[in-house]
């Protein structure tokens, strides 16, 4: 267990925040942590929709249930967080 400072570049919101999680969360509650901070704030929320990881600039989404420390994201590095139909 690290904690691990990410960028958080979330649909629809006009900020990039500053996300700390952990190395052994799952990209599910990555996407959570990154949600707290932008959906009901900036980004209305989309029931019924799953906001997906990705490497910003990437088309496809890290496994939902992958690692955040198994994925190769860097300290500090920009990922997007995007809703999708589940």
Excluded: C
Aim: glycine share 6%.
């Amino acid at each position: 267990m690290a904690a691990f400072p990410m960028i958080s570049n979330f649909q629809y919101d006009f900020l990039l925040q500053l996300v700390a999680v952990d190395t052994e969360n799952t990209m599910d509650e990555v996407a959570a942590a990154a949600a707290y901070h932008s959906v009901g704030r900036r980004v209305a929320p989309q029931p019924g929709k799953v906001v997906r990881v990705r490497r910003q600039g990437d088309t496809e989404f890290f496994p939902r249930h992958a690692k955040l420390g198994e994925t190769g994201i860097k300290p500090m590095e920009t990922v997007e967080f995007i809703f999708t139909e589940a």
